[in-house]
C-alpha cells in the first residue's frame, strides 16, 4: 500500500518564476492538505482540498493556489516566486470528517534564488 | 488561533536514558498529534490523542493527555539512537479536523 506521494523532491527556482508541485494521496483517502515549513519551524498550514473543492484556507497570498483532481490527487501551484518561500513543502492526505489522522509525504524541498 | 509551546527545543540525552517532552496549548486540545520528522524529511504519525486524561503506549514511547486537555507530554523509555529526530505536536482546532497547528518541534540527539 502506497503512502503519499509528492513529487519532486528537489526543486531550484529563481525569485519571479512559478512552480508546481504534486501530491498523491494515501489509498482510501479523500482529502489532502498542504503546509509549508520554514527551517527550524513546524509545518504551517496553507490550505486542504476536498471533492475537488478548498475547504479551508491558512495564513498565505493568494500566490499560492491549489487543485484537487476526481483521483484526489492534488497539486499545489505557488507564483511570482520570493525568497522567503524557500522552503519544504509537505502533503499529507486524510479520510474527510472526524479527527482522522493525517499522514505526510517526504516534502518537496524548493529553493529560490 | 490556537499556539502550540513545546519544550525542551532540543535535548541530549545519552542511550538508555529517559526523557520527557511537553506540549503546551492556549485553547482547549479537541485532538492532540504526536510527529516524528528526520532532518529535512516528512513527518512520521506516531500517536493520537482526544481524551482528558488519556494516554497511549507504543514500544517504548508514551504520550499522555491531561484532564484539561492543555497539555501532552511525551515520554521515551530507554532512550536508543533510533529515536534521535525532531518530535512536533499538533493540534487539531474543531472536532472536524482540517487545519493542524503545529508547535516549533523539540530536536532529540542519542549519544552513544
Known amino acids: 500500500d502506497a503512502g503519499v506521494t509528492q513529487s519532486p523532491t528537489h526543486l531550484i527556482k529563481t525569485r519571479g518564476q512559478q512552480v508546481t508541485l504534486r501530491c498523491s494521496p494515501k489509498?482510501?483517502?479523500?482529502?489532502v492538505s498542504w503546509y509549508q515549513q520554514a527551517l527550524g519551524q513546524g509545518p504551517q498550514f496553507i490550505f486542504q482540498?476536498?471533492?475537488?473543492?478548498?475547504?479551508q484556507r491558512g495564513n498565505f497570498p493568494d500566490r499560492f493556489s491549489g487543485h484537487q483532481f476526481p483521483n484526489y490527487s492534488s497539486e499545489l501551484n505557488v507564483n511570482a516566486l520570493l525568497l522567503g518561500d524557500s522552503a519544504l513543502y509537505l502533503c499529507?492526505?486524510?479520510?474527510?470528517?472526524?479527527?482522522?489522522?493525517?499522514?505526510f509525504g517526504a516534502g518537496t524541498r524548493l529553493s529560490v534564488l | 488561533s490556537q499556539e502550540l509551546e513545546q519544550s525542551p527545543q532540543s535535548l541530549i540525552v545519552q542511550e538508555g536514558k529517559n526523557l520527557t517532552i511537553n506540549c503546551t496549548s492556549s485553547?482547549?486540545?479537541?485532538?492532540l498529534y504526536w510527529y516524528k520528522q528526520k532532518y529535512g524529511e516528512g513527518l512520521i504519525f506516531l500517536m493520537m490523542l482526544q481524551k482528558g486524561g488519556e494516554e497511549k503506549s507504543h514500544e517504548k514511547i508514551t504520550a499522555k493527555l491531561d484532564e484539561k486537555k492543555q497539555q501532552s507530554s511525551l515520554h521515551i523509555t530507554a532512550s536508543q539512537p533510533s529515536h534521535a529526530g525532531i518530535y512536533l505536536c499538533?493540534?487539531?482546532?474543531?472536532?472536524?479536523?482540517?487545519?493542524?497547528?503545529f508547535g516549533t518541534g523539540t530536536r532529540l540527539q542519542v549519544t552513544l
Open positions: 482540498y476536498y471533492e475537488e473543492e478548498e475547504r
Open positions: 489509498s482510501g483517502h479523500d482529502t
Open positions: 485553547k482547549t486540545l479537541y485532538g
Open positions: 499538533g493540534a487539531a482546532e474543531m472536532i472536524t479536523a482540517s487545519k493542524l497547528t
Open positions: 499529507a492526505s486524510s479520510q474527510q470528517g472526524g479527527l482522522d489522522i493525517q499522514y
